[in-house]
């Protein structure tokens, strides 16, 4: 019979990790260390704008908001409201439905 057959399987809530994993706490959020410099100015635009988006499908995705069809300009800006973020353009709000479509 072989070696593996004679393990226990875990249960589907049980942990198959070796070592247990340490968490940070109280959590801290990474220091911020500036951009780059002498990129032009469009990078630094659409970096931000990918940070914005992020956060906000981050966001949208802990509200219960899963599917992009769920996630309407107006969704998305009340969501920027309530984390209090400034309103994102069009661009960012197509841009956060990008992110949760190709997220799965």
């Known amino acids: 019979m072989p070696a593996a057959a004679l393990k226990p399987k875990p249960f589907p809530t049980q942990s ?3 070592h247990p994993v340490l968490f940070d706490s109280p959590y801290e959020p990474v220091t911020k260390r ?3 410099a002498g990129r032009p100015r469009e ?3 659409s970096h ?3 940070l914005k988006a992020m956060r906000l499908a981050i ?3 802990d509200s219960g ?3 992009p069809a769920q996630a309407s300009d107006a969704t998305i800006r009340t ?3 309530d984390i209090g973020m400034r309103s994102p353009s069009d661009t960012t709000c ?3 439905r990008a992110f949760m479509r190709y997220s799965r």
């Open 16 to 18: 198959t990790a070796q």
């Open 34 to 36: 500036p951009l780059p």
């Open 43 to 45: 990078w630094y635009v």
């Open 48 to 50: 931000n704008r990918r």
């Open 59 to 61: 966001a949208l995705l």
């Open 65 to 67: 908001v899963y599917l």
């Open 79 to 81: 969501t920027a409201e």
């Open 94 to 96: 197509h841009m956060v």
